[in-house]
Structure formats: C-alpha cells, structure tokens
C-alpha cells in the first residue's frame, strides 16, 4: 500500500527555532504539494514541484519558509525562525501527472506547535 | 488568482437524507476536480473525482456534477450514513495542474 511518509507526526518548538519537515512521496510521483491547515480549516497552498523543480510558492512566506527537493524521495519545508503564529498541520501530498492531470494523495501531515 | 469558493461552511442531515455540497471556481482554465473528505485527526482522502470533459460521474453513493460554462461543480451524497460525517473538500487544478482547495463543508449526519 504505497503511502506518502511525513515526519515527524508531531513537534513542539520554543519560538524562534528552526523547524524542518519532511516528505517522502509515493515512489514514481512527479509532483509534490505542501499545504498549511489550521483548525480544520481549508488547505492553504504553500508551495509545489514538479520532477523536484518549483513551480509556485506564492503562497509560502519567503522570509521565513522554504522548501526544497533534494532528491525524488524527499521534499523538505523548512520555517526559520519560527513563530506562534506558524502552528498548523502540515501536509505533504504527492501526485503523478497522468492524462494531463494530477491525482494527489495526502501524507498524515506534521502537528507544528511553535510555544 | 485562483480562487475556490464552497458552500455551505456547515451541513446537517437525517441519517437518511441527501447532502449537496456546492463549489465554484474562478480559472477558466482548470481542468480537473477531486473531491476530499477528511475525518477527525486524518489526512484528506480523495474519494471522487471528474475531468472537465465530464458533467456527471457517479460512484455508489456519490456522485459529482460540473457545469464548465457556471464554473460550478457539485458533490451529491445520497442516503446518508453516520459515517459520512466529516469535512469535506472540493479543489480545482488548473495551468501546470496547481490543485487549490476550498474552504471545506463540515457534514453531521445525525442516526
């Protein structure tokens, strides 16, 4: 049962740390999706690759996020410094784009609680 | 930009009963339409999707709409089950298949 893998599932930091989340997707998937949730509300795109290369991350706060793709098994969001503010679940989804378009499945995300 | 507008924010049914959750979008160009339900403490699991050369596709119980000329689509769940309750989302992709989400309907089926 192939599966997008998220760690960690939970993390509490003092602000001002650094906080760094990673995904591995579904072995074969092009595409890589992150998304912010806060109190079961919408998810709020933050950024997103194809074949490791960015595509859009407007959403994502330059100042103090990034997100990168060393390899094809690995998708890292990385939040410095952090702040209250940025406590979410964190979500990485993975995709292969098939048919011209693109079904993503969700890892079980990271539980962020910056005190 | 893209945006995805969804409603209703809240939904109660008789176990039972019909829901309808209902969804716009705003980029002409999307071509895609998943629907998600997430449950308590859990990841977003798609459970239907439709393709834009598509106006209805159905799957037991569920079934989904798309009106490309409205920019509308709609998720249609009948016979409800206690097990339906959840939230559930709508998302459009569009140009370079960027998948944008709605703002979620949380659904109570009351036994």
């Known amino acids: 049962d192939a599966r997008v893998t998220q760690t960690p599932r939970h993390k509490v930091t003092e602000m001002g740390q650094e906080v760094t989340m990673r995904c591995q997707p579904i072995?074969?998937?092009?595409?890589v999706f992150w998304y912010r949730q806060t109190m079961m509300q919408g998810l709020e795109l933050l950024a997103y690759f194809r074949n490791r290369a960015p595509l859009d991350d407007s959403g994502m706060p330059k100042d103090r996020f990034s997100a990168e793709m060393p390899d094809a098994t690995l998708a890292t969001l990385k939040i410095q410094p952090s702040e209250p503010r940025d406590s979410a679940v964190y979500f990485c989804?993975?995709?292969?784009?098939?048919?011209?378009?693109?079904?993503?499945?969700f890892g079980q995300g990271t539980r962020l609680t910056v005190v | 930009g893209e945006n995805v507008e969804q409603h209703p924010s809240t939904l109660s049914v008789q176990e039972g009963d019909s829901a309808v959750i209902k969804c716009t979008y705003s980029d002409s160009a999307s071509n895609y339409f998943p629907w998600y339900k997430q449950e308590l403490g859990k990841r977003p699991q798609l459970i239907i999707d439709i393709r834009s050369n598509v106006g209805e596709k159905k799957d037991q119980r569920i079934a989904v709409t798309l009106n490309k000329t409205a920019k509308h689509f709609s998720l249609h769940i009948t016979e409800t089950q206690p097990e339906d309750s959840a939230v559930y989302f709508c998302a459009a992709s569009g140009g370079y298949n960027k998948l944008i989400f709605g703002a979620g309907t949380r659904l109570a089926v009351h036994p």
């Open positions: 989804a993975s995709g292969l784009v098939r048919g011209g378009v693109t079904e993503a499945f």
């Open positions: 072995l074969g998937h092009n595409t």
